[in-house]
């Protein structure tokens, strides 16, 4: 059975009276993708910044890789890497100098920190620009160099608190084939994200946190059976139209936000004529509809009442 790379016991940090993590319980196996979900304010930077020695806590327990975080917190850095929610690269050194800054900090030699250079660049596709300065990447070079610098100590657990933030759509699934890789050679990544889809696509396990506490662990497949099944999606032009086909629909779910209603139903065509009819019945009508199994959208709207997008 795999080991815990990461274990977590009633971890609790507030700033004056403001209670950031009330006491949450993690295990995360060595070798895998723990993601940790949540709104803004959340808690996900706290819990990073604490697993990583950046910030004690005040109270619990928590070891990474075998060693306390509060009292053996040197060790822990020793087998760590780092990439925070902003790519921490220096834009006036080329991407080169970026990675060969990092050796000089490490333990790496001078012998072996050459190679490990040029192999960081060759596996992250920044050949090309190695001499060019930072400040000439795009969004998804900075965040490819800023993990490579990451990996410059051959950590074994990395935390990647958002690393995906503000990457189009390409860049960010090239950032998922690095993670994949990642574990496929035996690392273990933390990682917290706003992106479900994301946490859907790489997590094998998935942590829902919301106000300091977790409401919700498991596998993505596991979440999503948290919720009833296939539902009917249908979206109205205002609030007076959702509160008045919420009152049709009971047992349905409401997001006020999006002006949506969820309504419980099993995809076929015999329940769906049968929503159509009863709005027609009462003269309303949606602006969208759309039939819906699933996803770790719904589960987070569920345990969070609040959608992704009003999280961001």
Request: net charge negative.
């Amino acid at each position: 059975m795999a080991t815990s790379a990461i274990a977590v016991s009633g971890l609790r940090k507030a700033f004056k009276d403001k209670v950031v993590l009330d006491g949450i319980d993690l295990d995360v196996r060595a070798g895998t993708i723990f993601s940790l979900l949540g709104p803004n304010g959340a808690g996900k930077t706290t819990t990073v910044n604490v697993l990583t020695t950046l910030m004690k806590a005040d109270g619990g327990a928590a070891h990474v890789a075998g060693h306390d975080v509060a009292t053996d917190a040197k060790a822990v850095r020793a087998a760590i890497g780092v990439t925070g929610q902003f790519a921490a690269v220096d834009e006036l050194l080329t991407g080169q100098e970026n990675l060969q800054l990092m050796v000089d900090l490490s333990p790496v030699s001078a012998k072996d920190g050459k190679r490990v250079v040029a192999d960081l660049l060759e596996r992250f596709d920044l050949v090309e620009s190695a001499q060019k300065p930072a400040s000439t990447y795009s969004g998804g070079m900075r965040r490819k160099l800023d993990l490579a610098m990451t990996l410059v100590g051959d950590p074994q657990i990395i935390f990647l608190d958002e690393p995906t933030t503000g990457l189009d759509p390409r860049s960010r699934r090239t950032m998922w084939s690095i993670i994949r890789d990642l574990v496929a050679d035996g690392v273990t990544v933390f990682l917290t994200t706003q992106y479900l889809e994301e946490a859907d696509q790489l997590a094998d396990q998935v942590a829902v946190l919301d106000q300091g506490r977790l409401v919700a662990q498991g596998t993505p497949d596991e979440l999503k059976r948290l919720i009833p099944g296939t539902h009917i999606r249908l979206r109205f032009a205002n609030l007076s139209l959702l509160d008045a086909a919420a009152l049709l629909f009971p047992g349905s779910a409401r997001d006020d936000d999006a002006l949506a209603l969820r309504v419980p139903g099993d995809g076929g065509s015999t329940s769906l004529r049968a929503v159509l009819d009863r709005l027609d019945e009462y003269s309303l009508s949606a602006e969208e509809l759309s039939v819906r199994t699933p996803d770790l959208d719904d589960v987070f709207l569920a345990l969070t009442g609040r959608t992704t997008e009003a999280t961001k």
